[in-house]
Each structure stands twice: as structure tokens, then as C-alpha cells.
């Protein structure tokens, strides 16, 4: 998937610019826009906002994980950075990222579209996101069976 391989190269470069780095540069206060805390890091739109925390629990209630002590910013981040994972964790790997990538469509459809985005506007996305991949696998594995 290289649209999911682009858009981790860029959380993980600090391509993806949070409220708090834009803020220094324009020398004003840019609020989360969806919960409207003042500082918005990129660990707070990707974890720890009040919305992506009930997101994340339904996510990863569907996992059979728990936040606590299973899961947090940084199994993300470390999960994010293993671009090469081994068949038994693809699974979870590719649910994490399109949870991550759900998460960043949606907080730029409430900044540049202001759409409002709770957390089952996200979840729905993540749905229909997870859909696609699976579509897309079957037709793969269908094509390769007629040919
Ligand atoms: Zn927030």
C-alpha cells in the first residue's frame, strides 16, 4: 500500500504538521479541532485526544487489546516504524495504520472542510477503509485464480 507507506514516512519524519509546529511559526495558538485544546501535538491528535481515545478503544476492543497495557503512543510508534512485518503481525499492523490514516483524513476534513469528527465519523472511516483493503485483497486473490 503506498499510500499508507507515504503517510507513515511522513508521521514518522514529522511531515505531518500538528497544530503546536504550525503555532510556532505563525506565532498564534492553533487548538485541536476537535476537542479545541490549546496545544495540539502530533501525539494528541494521533492518541491522546479526549475523541481519538474513545476511537482507539473501540479500535482496539475489536483487537481484543486493552489501551493500558497492551497498547499506547508509543506501540504505535514502534509498530509504525516496522515497514517490514512478518505475516503473523500483518494483520494487526495494517488495522493499526488504517486506524492511523482514518484518524488523519478526518482531522483534515474538520480543519480544511470544518466537518465535524467524532469518533464514530472516524470509526465509520476506519470501517470503510479496513472494507476496501479486503475488497481489494479478494480481487487480487480472484484474478490470480483465473489466471
Ligand atoms: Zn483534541
Known sequence: MPKFQSFIWLLNNKGIWSGA?????????????????????????FWSCPTIQVFWANVLSCLKLSATTDF???SIVT???????TKASITNHLTIISALWAIHCTRL???YKNKSTDHHHIYNKWHAIIQTIIRAKHRTSSSSILN
Open 79 to 85: 509498530l509504525t516504524y516496522n515497514l517490514q512485518p
Open 72 to 74: 499506547n503512543w508509543k
Open 109 to 111: 476534513a474538520s480543519i
Open 21 to 45: 509546529e504550525v503555532a510556532k511559526w505563525a506565532n498564534t495558538v492553533i487548538p485541536c479541532p476537535r476537542c479545541q485544546q490549546p496545544v495540539e501535538t502530533l501525539e494528541h491528535s
